[in-house]
């Protein structure tokens, strides 16, 4: 068992990307990207981009949907009273994200674990809390924090840990223009950051083979 750690860091503090929580004008949003096609030299009547306004729209409005998700609606009667202090992963969880720099996807896979405070969340809402936040403008970093804090407040968790593998096509398909890069973030919290046995235990688990993968 390993022992109760802080919470998490001292002074630390996550710029707030929580947006104001209403849903998105659809109207609006078809008008702008009817402007933005015009602004690109595209002509919106042409019988491809007649109905392309209202794809993006309804795709961005996909893309963006965290924005109206609610953290403690989500959770609700999934918090189940538990004596069990062993490390609990949720690995390879699969995410799609939008850079809020260029707008462009970001995506990969999310690895969680947390040592449990008397108490367990149910295993899907895990996967959940991780599409809430990648489905808003986001960063990496900001993204990883936010799911390892939202973790480690709603369960009292004694550690939780969050680690981050994703490949970004604003790196991609622009810039630098690197196709094999992964970008590589983590969030230690407690006992995760507290005790070296600890996170190293998570991090050996995380890059053993799923289940039914083959040798």
Do not use: W
Not at 45 to 52: A, V
Not at 61 to 78: C, E, K, P, V, W
Not at 126 to 144: K, S
Not at 198 to 207: G, N
Request: hydrophobic share 40%; glycine share 8%; aromatic share 6%.
């Amino acid at each position: 068992m390993a022992k109760k750690g802080k919470a998490g860091r001292r002074g630390r503090s996550v710029e707030d990307a929580g947006g104001s929580g209403q849903p998105p004008d659809g109207e609006v949003l078809q008008s702008l990207v009817t402007q933005m096609l015009i602004a690109l030299g595209e002509k919106p009547s042409r019988n491809g981009l007649l109905k392309t306004p209202e794809r993006v729209a309804k795709a961005l409005s996909f893309m963006t949907q965290g924005y109206q998700r609610n953290i403690d609606h989500l959770l609700n009667g999934a918090l189940f009273p538990i004596q069990y202090d062993e490390m609990v992963i949720v690995k390879d969880i699969d995410f799609f994200s939008m850079c809020e720099h260029h707008m462009l996807p970001f995506f990969g896979k999310v690895h969680v674990g947390y040592l449990p405070n008397r108490k367990v969340v149910g295993l899907s809402k895990i996967p959940r809390i991780v599409d809430t936040f990648a489905r808003r403008l986001q960063v990496q970093e900001r993204l990883t924090v936010q799911i390892a804090e939202t973790l480690s407040a709603k369960l009292n968790a004694n550690g939780v840990g969050v680690v981050v593998e994703a490949r970004h096509l604003c790196m991609m398909m622009r810039g630098v223009e690197k196709q094999n890069t992964v970008a590589v973030t983590s969030s230690m919290l407690g006992a995760f950051r507290s005790q070296p046995q600890t996170r190293l235990e998570f991090l050996k688990l995380i890059q053993k083979t799923s289940v039914g993968d083959s040798d």
